[in-house]
């Protein structure tokens, strides 16, 4: 009875991995098993009595298996989902290829092929209120850490549907950053975290609370997980917050109105100089050619980041605009004040459009109405975005930028998407390599699961 009672309770604490063990074993026993049999048949009835055989044992070991782990299912539809009394796992990942020419104008940027993004993770939730999810991003020939957090949402039905989360996060801020690199309408963002005041994501604590068609998040954030190891100075560390409201959102027609305003300050620590650079790349990853770089900017205190952003949606039509106003503190000089903005607009002759969801103020996935694979055409959409920087003020030659930027979007199912894109890069005489005029065609393939 005793030994019964122990191995009862070992089967419950390791039932996933006797499974996965359990499954292994089994595919290992019928490939040896099949082997030998079709080995030793001497004609074509006696290899099929043999498959049949080693089927017949697979199923029953299979059985056998599921026996032993009740109250666990593995589910497939875009990704596999373990599903446990309490505790579910869902893998995930994303690949970004992308290949690009640049037409130089003055300094050489250097056209060739990358892998922007090569990530894996896996999400899920513990004992009904605890979620998880990490993420790595493998491109680059380099590991790094994108989500790394723990979230409770043993809150929701209480207070606004109320999430805390603690680990490596997106910081709550602007609409085109919290809206998924997988649901963006160009190769690149109008403005990416490289230039600093696009937080990005940080280790933190943040809190969100949210109804059917707003949402408000806030955080306190030091750095990204990957800066400051080991140094020896304390970390700046900053506070955002964001809040959304759609007065208007009919789901069925696909037509909505999206209103939001970000709000964001960072505060310099340490016995430093007290830098910030504010850096960017002309919509294009490939080069390491920047216009926009107003180089180390020192004896900085803080600096803050407002910015409102405005879209709708009308069936396939729609457009987006954000604008961002950024205010440096320093020490010593006058301060700084530097400006950004884009405008976006994209139209989808399949007659699909880009799904919105109000509950986060972000955009989705975009579903075909009737996928290559069923015989349709997919969802094909043209994008256009006009984008313009100030990075000069005072003292700073950061330089000005303008571009334009068309792009052509082929969506053969929701999870499959092949881009192409031109650039026209126009770079204000102040700017680092001023003057400049290239012009950029890039293409992506994209896949996630």
């Not at 049999?37 to 070991?61: E, P, R």
């Not at 989500?147 to 609409?175: A, C, Q, T």
């Not at 997988?182 to 975290?193: G, I, M």
């Not at 609370?209 to 306190?220: E, I, L, Q």
């Amino acid at each position: 009875m005793v030994l019964k009672f122990y191995r009862r309770k070992i089967m419950t604490t390791f039932k996933q991995t006797l499974r996965t063990l359990g499954i292994c074993s089994c595919l290992l026993l019928v490939a040896s098993t099949v082997g030998g049999m079709v080995n030793a048949a001497d004609s074509t009835q006696d290899q099929i009595d043999a498959l049949q055989d080693a089927v017949g044992k697979l199923k029953q070991s299979v059985n056998k298996v599921d026996g032993d782990s009740p109250g666990c299912k593995i589910k497939s539809k875009a990704f596999m989902t373990l599903e446990c009394s309490k505790f579910t796992a869902k893998i995930f990942g994303r690949i970004h290829f992308d290949s690009t020419w640049y037409d130089d104008d003055v300094t050489a940027m250097g056209s060739g092929t990358e892998f922007r993004r090569a990530r894996i993770g896996m999400k899920g939730k513990m004992y009904k209120n605890w979620g998880y999810k990490m993420e790595m991003d493998l491109a680059d020939n380099a590991v790094s850490t994108k989500d790394l957090y723990v979230e409770y949402l043993g809150l929701k039905k209480k207070f606004h549907r109320m999430k805390v989360w603690v680990g490596n996060h997106k910081i709550p801020f602007s609409l085109e950053e919290m809206t998924s690199s997988k649901y963006q309408n160009f190769q690149e963002r109008a403005f990416t975290d490289d230039i600093q005041w696009i937080p990005g994501r940080a280790e933190g604590i943040g809190v969100s609370f949210n109804g059917k068609n707003w949402n408000f998040s806030t955080a306190v954030h030091g750095e990204h997980v990957a800066v400051g190891d080991g140094d020896e100075t304390d970390e700046g560390w900053g506070i955002a917050g964001r809040l959304t409201v759609a007065p208007v959102y009919d789901k069925k027609a696909n037509h909505f109105v999206h209103t939001g305003i970000s709000v964001r300050r960072w505060q310099k620590q340490g016995d430093n100089t007290s830098f910030v650079d504010f850096d960017d790349q002309p919509h294009s990853h490939q080069t390491t050619v920047n216009f926009l770089n107003t180089g180390a900017i020192a004896f900085v205190d803080n600096y803050t980041v407002v910015g409102p952003e405005l879209a709708f949606g009308y069936g396939p039509f729609g457009m987006q605009a954000e604008y961002f106003q950024i205010d440096v503190n320093r020490e010593t000089n006058d301060d700084l004040d530097f400006s950004a903005s884009y405008v976006e607009g994209w139209y989808y002759l399949t007659g699909e459009g880009r799904s919105y969801k109000p509950k986060k103020g972000t955009f989705g996935r975009i579903k075909p109405k009737k996928n290559l694979s069923d015989g349709g055409l997919g969802a094909l959409g043209l994008a256009v975005r006009y984008t313009t920087a100030n990075m000069t003020d005072g003292d700073v030659q950061g330089g000005g930028q303008h571009t334009w930027t068309g792009a052509v979007n082929w969506h053969a199912n929701p999870y499959v998407v092949m881009r192409a894109e031109y650039i026209k890069v126009m770079a204000d005489n102040d700017a680092v390599n001023g003057g400049d005029e290239p012009s950029i065609f890039q293409m992506r393939m994209q896949i996630d699961w």
